[in-house]
């Protein structure tokens, strides 16, 4: 399955964002602290219930917030099946859903969000403007058919 949309809700620094993946590449850029590695922390989140930056879930939590709220919508291969899992999480409760069946274990998991990774890559702008010029130079191939995504945060 692939990401096709991530939704996220006072997760660390964000209120809420919503976006989209519709290319085979998503560049994210900002400036730091904006929230790029923190993106990738909800997917991972999602993956394995835990963070890659901290072993202390409620510290993911927005400031003055009860708690978090991440979304994904997957797209089989076949491109006809859509699927939703999500995670809710406060101090004393976290719920996972599949398809709005309330998933028990981290082993029901797993086969259900394998592979479902589009390649995102975070940038800094100087990185970012040579790699547009490499792309623009090189490989029109892709800009043509719409498979690189950037999205800027901040």
Do not use: W
């Not at 519709?22 to 922390?41: C, H, M, P, R």
């Amino acid at each position: 399955m692939l990401v096709q949309e991530i939704e996220i809700k006072n997760f660390r620094c964000f209120d809420h964002i919503k976006l989209t993946f519709d290319a085979s590449v998503i560049f994210i850029e900002g400036a730091n602290g904006v929230g790029k590695t923190s993106i990738l922390e909800a997917l991972h989140y999602l993956c394995y219930l835990r963070s890659f930056r901290t072993s202390t879930t409620k510290d993911m939590i927005q400031d003055n917030a009860a708690g978090f709220f991440i979304k994904v919508c997957l797209r089989e291969h076949d491109q006809y099946s859509d699927h939703e899992l999500t995670v809710g999480f406060s101090p004393k409760k976290r719920i996972i859903k599949f398809d709005n069946q309330v998933i028990g274990s981290f082993k029901e998991l797993i086969p259900l969000v394998n592979n479902s990774f589009p390649s995102l890559i975070l940038l800094k702008e100087t990185i970012k403007n040579l790699l547009i010029k490499y792309i623009i130079l090189f490989s029109s191939f892709f800009l043509a058919r719409k498979s690189i995504r950037f999205f800027k945060l901040g």
